[in-house]
C-alpha cells in the first residue's frame, strides 16, 4: 500500500490546530484531540506542503486517511510532549530561539530583496534607467560587434610580467603557461563581449588589437590580466538589441547609483588604509 512521503517532525511546522473551533469550523471538525481539534481547513493547509504526486494521492480516499492518520498522531505526540512539559527543556527553547534568529534573517533578507525588485522594476518602467529603441539603435550603429578573447589572470605583478614575456615571444606556449599560472574562472579564459559588456579599459585594448596579438598586462580588481583577441564578428540588429539594451541600463543604473551614495552620504571604510 502506498503511504504520504512526509517527513513526520518537519511537517510539524506547517500545520495548525485550534483550541475551540468557531460555529462554522464545527461543521468541518476532522479529529478531536482533547480539547484540541483538527478541522478540514487544518488538513487543506497541510497538502499545499505535499509533494504535487503526494497532492494527487491524498485526493483519493486511502490517502485522505493516510493524512488525516499523519496529522492526527503528531497531534498526540504534542500533546503529550506538552504534559511532560518538554516543551520547556532548555535544549528545546534553545533550539527554538536559534530557529526563530535563524528565520527572521531570512525573512529580512528576503524582504530586502523583494524591495529591491520593486525598486528597479519601477527605475525600468518609468525611472532614470528607462532605456529608448532610439538609443538602443544609436548604440548599435556605433558598436556593432562582437569581440572574443582569451585571457590569463594571475596574481602578482612579477609572473604576470613574466608570462608576458615569454607570450610575446612564444604565442604558442599560451595553453602551458595558462596551466601553470592562470587563476581565471573557466568561464573567463575565454569569452565573448560586445563594447559595455566587459571590463571597459580590456574592451579597449581588445578593440584596438589584431587578431592573435597579445597584450597586457592590466590590472583590475580580478588580477593581472594578459589578453590575446581571437576573433571579432558583426551582429544582426536582432542578436544585439536585448543585449546593447543591458548595456545601456546597466549604465543608466551605475549613474543614478553614484547619485544615490552621495544624496545619502556613502562612505565605506576600508580596513586596509
Known amino acids: 500500500m502506498r503511504y504520504l512521503t512526509l517527513f513526520l517532525l518537519v511537517s510539524i511546522l506547517f500545520t495548525g490546530c485550534h483550541k475551540e473551533p468557531s460555529s462554522k469550523e464545527e461543521e468541518t471538525v476532522a479529529v478531536r484531540i482533547g480539547d484540541n481539534y483538527i478541522t478540514q481547513a487544518d488538513i487543506e493547509a497541510r497538502k499545499k506542503f505535499l509533494s504535487p504526486q503526494d497532492q494527487q494521492f491524498a485526493q483519493t480516499p486511502t490517502g485522505y486517511q493516510n493524512l488525516l492518520q499523519i496529522i492526527t498522531r503528531e497531534k498526540l505526540i504534542t500533546a503529550d510532549a506538552k504534559h511532560n512539559h518538554l516543551d520547556q527543556d532548555p535544549a528545546y527553547q534553545q533550539i527554538l530561539q536559534d530557529k526563530r534568529a535563524e528565520l527572521n534573517r531570512v525573512y529580512e533578507d528576503f524582504a530586502t530583496q523583494l524591495l529591491v525588485q520593486f525598486w528597479y522594476a519601477k527605475q525600468q518602467t518609468d525611472g532614470p534607467i528607462t532605456v529608448t529603441d532610439k538609443e538602443i539603435k544609436d548604440y548599435y550603429n556605433k558598436y556593432p560587434y562582437e569581440m572574443t578573447i582569451k585571457q590569463i589572470i594571475v596574481d602578482n605583478a612579477q609572473t604576470a610580467d613574466q608570462t608576458l614575456r615569454t607570450l610575446k615571444g612564444s604565442p604558442a606556449s599560451w595553453n602551458t603557461l595558462s596551466r601553470q599560472h592562470n587563476i581565471a574562472p573557466e568561464e573567463l579564459k575565454t569569452l565573448s563581449f560586445m563594447p559595455g559588456e566587459y571590463i571597459s579599459n580590456l574592451e579597449v585594448v581588445a578593440a584596438n588589437s589584431a587578431v592573435g596579438k597579445?597584450?597586457?598586462?592590466?590590472?583590475?580588481?580580478?588580477?593581472?590580466?594578459?589578453?590575446?583577441?581571437?576573433?571579432?564578428?558583426?551582429?544582426?540588429?536582432?542578436?544585439?538589441?536585448?543585449?546593447?539594451?543591458?548595456?545601456?541600463?546597466?549604465?543608466?543604473?551605475d549613474e543614478l547609483l553614484d547619485s544615490l551614495k552621495t544624496q545619502y552620504e556613502v562612505i565605506i571604510y576600508d580596513k586596509n588604509e
Open 214 to 253: 597579445v597584450q597586457g598586462f592590466f590590472k583590475t580588481a580580478q588580477g593581472f590580466h594578459i589578453i590575446m583577441k581571437t576573433g571579432e564578428k558583426r551582429l544582426t540588429f536582432q542578436e544585439a538589441q536585448p543585449r546593447i539594451r543591458q548595456v545601456l541600463e546597466n549604465q543608466k543604473l
